[in-house]
């Protein structure tokens, strides 16, 4: 069964500060990441998703993430944070082959604070 | 463009009682996904459907069912409710996967 492990229930990062927050998924196949984010009362939001080529990929808001084969990891990266930022994120996997069409499996989510 | 909307967005039900959740897409997507979201529990996948007609199970399926008798609607039923489906729930939708999610619905089941 594939699983998403966010090790990080929250992290407080300083504005202007770079950011990276971890995700490890656990897939039997060459799996197809997603990272979203979701402000308080909010639904989710697309950042970004890997499906296959490039293991960088670029997303919304200044926001990427690398995917490392070798390490099961799915890590997003921000080179300098801002206030806006903080919310709630969440790594999630489904399977390349229906490209997550039954449904993705999500992490626990990474509570992002953003000091002044 | 309203994308994915969800109603009601709160509602409270005693024990026992019944209620349907509406999710509307206006993205002519095929695929639409319901979640429930719980403190320190991520997301888990209640149903989904593949397109009009279909459904099929997700991880927490139980004491739920689902109807997807038009494209853009994909409804949630809870016949009986219990403490334990107090949650929010979340609908998405997607060409293939879940990219677009509603706003969320928050349930209470005193």
């Known amino acids: 069964a594939q699983s998403v492990t966010q090790p990080d229930i929250h992290i407080t990062v300083s504005e202007g500060a770079s950011l990276e927050l971890r995700c490890n998924y656990s897939?039997?196949?060459?799996?197809?990441l997603f990272w979203y984010v979701q402000s308080p009362g909010q639904g989710l939001q697309l950042l970004l998703k890997?499906?296959?080529?490039?293991?960088l990929v670029q997303g919304i808001k200044g926001f990427e993430a690398e995917f490392k084969r070798s390490q099961s990891s799915f890590n997003l990266r921000k080179p300098s944070v801002h206030w806006s930022d903080a919310a709630e994120y969440f790594c999630?996997?489904?399977?390349?082959?229906?490209?997550?069409?039954?449904?993705?499996?999500f992490g626990k989510g990474t509570h992002l604070i953003i000091q002044p | 463009n309203a994308g994915v909307t969800q109603t009601p967005k709160f509602r409270v039900l005693k024990t026992g009682q019944s209620m349907t959740l509406l999710c509307a897409q206006d993205?002519?997507?095929?695929?639409m996904y319901w979640y429930r979201q719980d403190p320190g529990m991520g997301l888990r996948l209640i149903h989904y459907?593949?397109?009009?007609?279909?459904?099929a199970k997700g991880e927490v399926p139980d004491g739920y069912n689902v109807s997807r008798l038009k494209k853009q609607n994909f409804l949630l039923g809870l016949e009986s409710a219990a403490p334990s489906q107090t949650s929010v729930y979340f609908c998405a939708s997607g060409v293939n996967s879940p990219l677009h999610f509603g706003n969320g619905t928050r349930l209470t089941v005193t």
């Open positions: 459907s593949v397109g009009e007609g279909t459904t």
């Open positions: 890997y499906f296959s080529g490039d293991t």
């Open positions: 897939y039997g196949a060459t799996p197809y």
């Open positions: 999630a996997v489904g399977s390349y082959s229906g490209g997550g069409a039954d449904g993705l499996t």
């Open positions: 993205m002519n997507h095929e695929y």
